[in-house]
């Protein structure tokens, strides 16, 4: 194979893409930064292959503080976590079938002083002493209560206090709106239950709303996946910053790079710049995982609509094993 010429793979896929080969195979192929995937629950699925498929680091939008605590800081994929689900009594998602009670903590008042119980503070104190960098809250409409407002901004503000983000699963009519006003720094889906109008796109991008795509969870549900491709189609074109997410472990997704995903974001409008970006994304971390990165074999593929089978064949490698061409 003819080698790839890195000005080109940097000018498709980004200031950070190269290319290179594998110093053990002498396979060549094209070299990213280490991928994320930003929305996943590892109590649900065996999460052994993610590395070895291109995932180099995960956020757990929902589990077992205490559990989530006791995992290596320094594994790979290396882990970010929300521990449990914040949100109003017999809310969402309180008595799934996946969500026992030590994933769930029910929020009933805003109140700031610690050890209040049921308070916003107690709450958000409690995942962050178990090591949370972001703070999960459950604005689901469709099935069950959803925290006042009162209660959201309290949350907001303290996690804010204490340097943490707070994500929202948003759902159902007039919640992206109630996440939008109390000032939620993430959205946990892109909005598939309305339309958006352009009002609202712009009022998120410019709050600097971030939004993990997870389009491919609506396979099986038509509506939902066009109301989400129209709303994240308005949302990049409108400079919206996006993540790469695809709640793993809810339901039957490929466990490493998924390639559905990726079409689902091109059918969306990314370039394959804009796709790297959203995978290479450390959010919530401010640095990449260290010592790693997304090595992808081969030649891309000419079409776009091809990225997504290209990249599923990318594995996480340490970048002393990845030998960069001569010029
Ligand atoms: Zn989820």
Redesign the pocket.
């Known amino acids: 194979m003819t080698n790839l010429d890195p000005a080109v793979i940097a000018a498709r896929f980004g200031p950070r893409a190269d290319v290179g080969h594998l110093a053990l195979t002498g396979e060549h192929g094209v070299v990213l930064p280490a991928f994320t995937d930003h929305?996943v629950?590892l109590d649900l699925f065996a999460e052994h292959a993610l590395a070895a498929r291109g995932i180099a680091g995960v956020v757990d939008?929902?589990g077992d503080p205490y559990a989530l605590a006791r995992r290596d800081p320094h594994a790979v994929p290396r882990p970010a976590y929300a521990g449990a689900f914040l949100t109003a009594p017999a809310g969402y998602p309180t008595g799934r079938s996946w969500a026992p009670d030590a994933i769930v903590r029910h929020v009933t008042d805003p109140s700031r002083h610690p050890g209040v119980a049921g308070g916003a503070a107690t709450a958000v104190d409690e995942q962050i002493e178990c090591g949370a960098r972001v703070i999960k809250v459950a604005l689901n409409a469709e099935a069950g209560p959803t925290p006042e407002p009162p209660i959201i901004e309290a949350i907001v503000a303290h996690a804010h206090d204490r340097g943490v983000p707070v994500v929202a699963?948003a759902q159902g009519t007039g919640m992206f709106a109630r996440a939008l006003d109390a000032g939620i720094d993430a959205l946990?889906h892109t909005p598939f239950t309305e339309i958006l109008d352009e009002a609202d796109i712009a009022r998120a991008v410019t709050a600097e709303q971030i939004w993990i795509s997870t389009l491919d969870i609506h396979r099986d549900a038509p509506e939902h996946a066009r109301t989400a491709e129209t709303n994240l189609t308005r949302f990049h074109a409108a400079g919206g910053r996006t993540l790469y997410g695809t709640?793993l472990?809810?339901g039957d997704l490929p466990v490493g790079v998924d390639p559905r995903e990726i079409s689902a974001l091109v059918a969306a409008g990314f370039d394959a710049a804009a796709v790297v970006a959203a995978l290479a994304d450390p959010w919530p971390f401010p640095d990449a995982v260290p010592g790693v990165c997304t090595f992808v074999p081969g030649r891309p593929p000419g079409d776009e609509r091809d990225l997504g089978a290209w990249l599923a064949t990318a594995s996480t490698v340490p970048i002393d094993e990845i030998s960069r061409d001569e010029p």
């Open positions: 929305h629950h939008l929902g699963h946990a709640d472990g809810n």
